[in-house]
């Protein structure tokens, strides 16, 4: 204890005060310590002028996009855009870009250094190994405990029992307060309960007046989506007997041209049919397309058969006719000799 206790004073209402003797304040530093570096990089800002999370100047032409803002795809077209010319730009100055000419036949291009002093080229670096004998590794000693340094001067004194709280005394005032305060937040408990009680009744019957009318609007949306239904089906219906009027009338009227029409041309059209052999009896049809050339070829085949008949007879008439004609001259000469 670093304090100096005063002896014992007597208020004039009897009540027991206590005092300490003044003392100065703690040896410190003028400037506040640096705030050692956080592990993961932040570092706590103790002047809002340079705190890089402040923004200053004025705020009203910044467009800050939200994290989940998804990015405009003109813009990303218009950069890709740009990419790609830059990309076609370098491709176009490396093939205009001046290069060594190709080498000529039987020769090839080899690496000459041009600097004022040569260096001689190795693939593989000049090393050298190098060994030293070092001590063996000791162990750390232990870190002895520390002890603050002892600052001031001890001093003690003796208090006799009852010197400072006289408890028949002192507890008059802690238990009225005590007591007062526990029954003012009884009766505060009490208010707030009676007050949720009541906001629960006004909740109940809000929320019984909200479901009356919640049922009460369904039931107009309901009324008024039947009325609409209702209304749109009997246009549609309206519509289909229009347009089925209007087909009917086009159909009537097509009908009568068609009949007007074809009044004149029905006869003219059947004779020219007739007439070509499209409308024809299917007797004499049959007779002519299968009887007919049956009957002629018939009639051919006998008349071919009787054609070479004749033509055979005549042959062999021919020759007989022919025969007794030589026979005949060869028998005169033979008569007049006899006469």
């Not at 949720?196 to 369904?218: D, T």
Request: with cysteine; aromatic share 6%.
């Amino acid at each position: 204890m670093t304090s100096v206790l005063q002896p014992q004073k007597e208020a004039p209402n009897g009540t027991y005060t206590f005092a300490s003797r003044p003392r100065p304040v703690q040896n410190r530093t003028k400037y506040r310590e640096p705030v050692a570096e956080q592990s993961d990089g932040q570092s706590n800002y103790g002047n809002i002028m340079y705190d890089r999370r402040v923004v200053r100047g004025n705020t009203y032409a910044q467009h800050i996009l939200p994290v989940a803002a998804q990015p405009d795809p003109i813009e990303v077209q218009r950069q890709q855009e740009s990419r790609r010319r830059s990309v076609a730009r370098k491709r176009a100055m490396e093939q205009f870009r001046p290069r060594t000419p190709e080498a000529l036949e039987g020769r090839k291009h080899i690496d000459v250094q041009t600097e004022l002093y040569l260096e001689e080229l190795n693939d593989r670096r000049e090393d050298t190994s190098v060994e030293c004998q070092t001590d063996a590794f000791l162990d750390k000693p232990a870190t002895p405990l520390f002890i603050p340094a002892k600052s001031g001067k001890d001093v003690a004194t003796q208090i006799e029992e009852g010197e400072l709280f006289d408890f028949d005394m002192e507890v008059c005032p802690v238990l009225e307060v005590l007591v007062g305060k526990t029954v003012e937040q009884a009766l505060l408990e009490v208010m707030e309960e009676e007050e949720l009680a009541s906001l629960r009744a006004q909740q109940r019957a809000f929320e019984e007046l909200r479901n009356a009318e919640l049922v009460e609007v369904q039931r107009l949306e309901e009324q008024e989506r039947r009325h609409r239904e209702e209304k749109e089906r009997r246009i549609t219906q309206q519509r289909e007997v229009l347009k089925k009027e209007m087909e009917t009338a086009d159909k009537i009227a097509a009908r009568a041209f068609a009949q007007h029409y074809l009044a004149d041309l029905l006869p003219s059209v059947y004779t020219t049919l007739r007439e070509h052999g499209y409308f024809y009896d299917p007797v004499e049809r049959d007779i002519e397309t299968g009887f007919l050339p049956w009957l002629m070829a018939h009639v051919s085949n006998t008349l071919e058969k009787r054609y070479v008949a004749r033509a055979v007879l005549d042959m062999l008439i021919h020759d007989v006719t022919q025969k007794r004609l030589e026979l005949f001259q060869q028998m005169q000469p033979h008569d007049h000799s006899t006469q």
